[in-house]
Structure formats: structure tokens, C-alpha cells
């Protein structure tokens, strides 16, 4: 298998290291990838749950995300129950297809007369769905089946990882930044004290108070404090 798309798309996946771009950079490559392993997909789109709702979150071609879109109005398609079952559904033909009924008006409106819908599964928990389109009937054989399977599983990981990692960079800079304004806090409070005399508890009642009576953040409210202060006293001779 060695020369095989299928072969080729799983090493560019292997070498993919997810800190190299972003989420939906990652997610990206993964779609093209896709259509590299199974030529007969003219198109993919991949569906994950984006604050809280499930959308299209990345696609190589502007009408997949304007036909799954007829399965998130309806709740109901393939590529939802693919994501709902981790079970993999193919649609041979929109136009014969009883299933889903609204989702095939759509992909037949777009020129997708067949279909193939894979779950992207790590842990036995869904992290998505990948809807390949194609634009003749019966598109997708056994074979395609059985090479997009292979695929989705490595890429079901490589997407873990890429929102695993992204999200823990995130918590990371939230983490910093409360650090950051905790610190300034802690400066502005000790000012505080020093130059009206009163103790920790009360400078931080006059700090809430400015920032209510401002209607600005707490930690703007401090840096501003200790900016001041240090404009009066200037840099050290």
C-alpha cells in the first residue's frame, strides 16, 4: 500500500503537527487530505460542535457547508448520524435516497449525487463528522468505504489532538492573564494602603467601588493606580 492515496494522505497526517497552525488550519489539511485518500470525494466538509451548536467548521468547497446546512434547519442527516451513531452512512443516490429527504434536495441542488458520511471517533466519543461529496451516483464502493474508515480514525486523533492542545494554549494565556491582573492587583492594593492609611480589606473595597462607579474592569482599575503612581515618583536614579 505504499503508493496508494490512502498511503500517502496517512503519512502527510503522520508528519502533521497540530502547534504548527491554527485549529481550523489543522482541520483544513485534514479535509484536503481526505480527498487526496478518497479520490472519488469531489468535496468534504467536516462537522464538529462549535459552541454548542454543530456547524460545518471547515470545507474545500463553499457548497458543503450550504448543503449540510439542510441537515442542522431539520436535524436530521447523514452526516449528523454519523456523528450521533459512529456509524458510517452512505446515499448511493440523492435522487432514489427516502433518508433524509430535505439534506438530499440540497445536495442535489449543488450537482452531490451521492454521499458517504464518517464518524470521527477517539475514546469511543465522537469528535466530529466528515461528509464526502461526490457528483455522480454510486461513487463510493466497499473500497472507499473501507479506505475512508482507515482515514477517519487517524484523523479523528490528529483532531483530538489539535482541540486538546489548542485548548489547553488558551487556558494557558487565561491562567497568564489572571496572573497578570492579580499582581497588579496586589500592587494597586498596597498603594492603596500606603497613601490612605487603611488595610488590605479596604483597599480592595475602594478598588471595587472605583470599578463599579467607572464601569471599567477591576484589573484596568488597578493598572491605572500603579501607572500614576509610577508617573509621579518616575524611574528609579
Known sequence: MSDTPLSESLATLSRFFVGDGTLEETLTRVSELTVDAVPAAALVGITMIVEGRQRTAVF??????????????????????????????????????????????????????????????????????????????????????????????????????????????????????????????????GMLMATQGCGEDRAFELLVQASQRENVKLRDVARRIVANATERTGPPA
Request: proline share 5%; glycine share 6%.
Open 60 to 189: 474545500t468547497d463553499e457548497a458543503a457547508p450550504e448543503i449540510d446546512q439542510a441537515q442542522y434547519d431539520t436535524d436530521e442527516g447523514p452526516c449528523l448520524d454519523a456523528f450521533r451513531h459512529q456509524q458510517v452512512f452512505v446515499i448511493d443516490s440523492t435522487e432514489e435516497e427516502e433518508r433524509w429527504p430535505a439534506f438530499c434536495r440540497a445536495a442535489l441542488g449543488h450537482g452531490v449525487h451521492s454521499t458517504m458520511s464518517m464518524p470521527l471517533v477517539v475514546d469511543k466519543l465522537s469528535v466530529g463528522a466528515m461528509n464526502l461529496y461526490a457528483r455522480e451516483p454510486h461513487a463510493f464502493g466497499p473500497a472507499d468505504r473501507d479506505t475512508g474508515a482507515v482515514f477517519a480514525s487517524q484523523a479523528a486523533i490528529v483532531l483530538a489532538n489539535a482541540q486538546a492542545y489548542w485548548d489547553a494554549y488558551s487556558l494557558s494565556e487565561r491562567l497568564g492573564e489572571a496572573m497578570k491582573s492579580r499582581a497588579v492587583i496586589e500592587q494597586a492594593k
